[in-house]
């Protein structure tokens, strides 16, 4: 069993940056895959960026390819988001979701527990 918490979310300008962290509970987090997914309302969640166990192999949607960074720390159990050059169509509710190191960390259908989601809203 894994427990998330996300936090950093806010309004921010666009061009604007925020780092989102997600804190695990559990001695077993190095050994799950993790990823950020964001809901925009009236749209199916997204996978939007996602990292392996091991830290050494990420993934990233197109659409925020080159501006999002997701990164790791073992040791104090968390996962961050750090997203630049945000733009209005960022804004979404991002939700932190962990997935058994065996699995697809690019696959969504992986990913069985969740956080309760950080609002973030990107102005024009």
């Known amino acids: 069993q894994v427990q998330l918490v996300e936090s950093g979310g806010g309004l921010v300008q666009a061009g604007g940056s925020l780092r989102l962290s997600c804190a695990a509970s559990?001695?077993?987090?190095?050994?799950?895959?993790m990823g950020w997914f964001h809901q925009a309302p009236g749209k199916e969640r997204e996978l939007v960026a996602a990292i392996r166990w091991n830290g050494l192999s990420t993934f990233y949607a197109n659409s925020v390819k080159g501006r999002f960074t997701i990164f790791r720390d073992d040791p104090k159990n968390t996962v961050f988001l750090q997203m630049s050059s945000l733009k209005p169509e960022d804004t979404a509710v991002y939700y932190c979701?962990?997935?058994?190191?065996?699995?697809?960390?690019?696959?969504?259908?992986?990913?069985?527990?969740w956080g309760q989601g950080t609002q973030v809203t990107v102005s024009s």
């Open positions: 979701a962990a997935a058994p190191g065996y699995s697809d960390y690019r696959s969504a259908a992986g990913y069985d527990y």
């Open positions: 559990g001695r077993t987090f190095r050994s799950y895959n």
